[in-house]
């Protein structure tokens, strides 16, 4: 670390602590906290989504697989690729819904109970997740900085910095720091390509000191076939459905449009620097071979490449876009709790009567105080990719639930609870025969995941059936919210909001199970004019982004 390095450092903190509280100072009512108003922008929804889904333990360990297996390791985090275009899908179900967070959907859905099943999962998983994300940064930080600073002080400094601006501005300043610090994710993630592509001697220098497996696309190298892409495609569409922070992701723009744009392009744009991390990692196996040392760890591949590549300054850049990787995530995170706390356990069970001011400031001490559990989490347990691999394989499961009951009117409570057990013990259950050991986290394979989603969604159907359906009335109104628009300027005559159909923005995956009707075909291109196009641009983008990585590999 230089002088400069500390003064780009710590410049970064004063500037994204101060831009922070400066944004959040109209904040007045507990929906400009917790939903901003739904007033943002489609560009701030692009850096929201994109800062909040990428993470700094990320570009470490696709640049430490590719280091190890070539290029088509990028797989493992294009997962996501091919069920991409279905966020165009699935975005406007959020903001129709009018709520908060996803547990009152839930409980509009299931009962209350159900929706305090899902308020417990969800807060767990954002105390996990920040504090897997805290303390994976802050490792990286404190051996790409020489050990200057310990990671445990590392965490205290993060959460200090977003605690100070989330507390303050809520979602608002949440998703304008995403926005600012989205230029320094993609910084982090090209930074090192030109000048390690110096250092080697360029394309051709590297393709004579690498395999030549090295630079495909698609190769069994990498481990992954056909049937686990297609295995962590559903994984994906189905899991990112009932992450707890998807109110925020699509349902506080000012529009319906721009909540689609947002969760889709904002995902792309993780697709697109994908690309780099990918890159960088054939970059550092050919410098090692070329300087002739090993790295024990191939994770160390990108701490390597820092500490070899860097000089004055662009360490202290480095080291702020790192963490901007996890704050962006964790403002949001902290947000998000808050919200769940306040509005499905607070609201509902402590202070039926609160007021608006009361349940602003409950939002904020209950966002402050799960956040302070999570930097005990992450200061306390010395490995928690367990815990978070965990609640990540149980929002697949709880994605059937929502996923489910969106899609099926005949869904039901019973349904839901006995699927949500079934696959959760029909996962552990193959694991434990394949393997012999009983374990809390089993290695991901594709196999018992499948095998555990299709029991989930025949129980989820088969009891649904057998047992009384929820009351038709509130399962009418729940649908009808799903129907119409949300982003409506004037009310249609009966003083509702407009029909989703009358502006050709009728939803393709709510009326699925409908589509063997004649009437499902009439006028089709001119109800579902918003999701076709959306949907078709969006798969156009995939094949682009897929035939960008081809094209760089042949250079």
């Known amino acids: 670390m230089n002088p400069v390095d500390y003064i780009v450092l710590f410049g970064y903190f004063i500037f994204i602590t101060a831009f922070g509280i400066w944004i959040s100072r109209k904040i007045r009512t507990s929906d400009g906290y917790f939903r901003g108003e739904r007033k943002f922008k489609w560009y701030i929804m692009i850096g929201q989504a994109f800062g909040v889904g990428t993470h700094a333990e990320m570009p470490v360990a696709q640049t430490g697989a590719t280091f190890s297996h070539g290029f088509a390791t990028i797989w493992y985090q294009w997962k996501n690729m091919l069920i991409t275009p279905f966020y165009w899908l699935i975005a406007p179900f959020y903001r129709r819904s009018e709520r908060t967070t996803l547990g009152e959907i839930i409980e509009d859905r299931y009962g209350s109970t159900m929706g305090l099943v899902y308020t417990v999962f969800a807060i767990t998983f954002f105390i996990f997740s920040m504090g897997v994300m805290l303390q994976g940064a802050a490792k990286v930080i404190s051996v790409a900085s020489g050990n200057i600073f310990s990671p445990n002080m590392i965490v205290l400094v993060m959460t200090v910095a977003f605690i100070l601006y989330s507390f303050i501005g809520g979602l608002i300043a949440a998703a304008y720091t995403d926005f600012i610090q989205s230029f320094l994710i993609i910084t982090l993630s090209i930074l090192l390509i030109p000048l390690g592509l110096h250092e080697v001697g360029g394309f051709h220098s590297m393709r004579e000191l690498l395999p030549e497996h090295f630079f495909d696309l698609i190769n069994s190298e ?109 403002s949001n995170f902290m947000v998000n709790t808050g919200a769940l706390f306040t509005q499905n356990l607070y609201k509902k069970y402590i202070r039926p009567d609160a007021t608006d001011r009361n349940l602003l400031w409950m939002g904020r001490y209950s966002g402050l105080g799960l956040s302070i559990m999570a930097v005990l989490f992450a200061l306390s347990i010395k490995n928690v990719l367990h815990a978070f691999l965990f609640v990540e394989t149980l929002a697949a499961f709880m994605g059937i639930i929502f996923l489910g009951g969106v899609i099926w009117k005949r869904a039901n409570r019973y349904g839901a609870a006995v699927s949500v057990i079934v696959s959760f013990t029909t996962y552990y259950i193959a694991n434990y025969i394949l393997t012999g050991e009983i374990l809390l986290v089993y290695k991901w ?92 641009l969006s798969w156009l983008m995939v094949g682009l982004l897929i035939l960008l990585a081809w094209g760089i590999l042949q250079i």
Request: hydrophobic share 45%; net charge positive.
């Open 222 to 330: 990498s481990g992954i076939d056909s049937f686990t892409i297609a295995m962590l495609a559903v994984n994906g569409i189905v899991g990112i459905t009932a992450q707890p922070h998807m109110i925020s992701m699509c349902a506080t723009g000012n529009t319906e449009r721009a909540g689609r744009i947002g969760q889709t392009f904002g995902s792309m744009v993780k697709r697109l620097i994908t690309i780099g991390w990918a890159l960088t990692g054939l970059v550092v196996a050919a410098l090692v071979i070329k300087q002739g040392v090993s790295l024990p760890d191939p994770e160390m591949a990108f701490g390597y490449a820092c500490n070899i590549l860097l000089v004055p300054g662009l360490i202290g850049l480095m080291l702020s876009a790192i963490l901007a990787a996890n704050m962006s995530s964790c």
């Open 445 to 536: 394979k594709p196999g018992p995941f499948g095998l555990a989603m299709l029991a989930g969604f025949f129980f989820f159907w088969l009891i649904s059936i057998l047992t009384r359906p929820e009351d038709k009335e509130r399962i009418e109104v729940f649908f009808d919210n799903m129907r119409r628009k949300s982003d409506a300027k004037q009310p249609d005559k009966d003083g509702k909001k407009p029909l989703a159909s009358d502006t050709g923005d009728e939803l393709l995956l709510l009326d699925l199970p409908g589509w063997g009707k004649k009437e499902r075909w009439k006028h089709f291109f001119k109800r579902y004019r918003e999701d076709l196009a959306g949907f078709i």
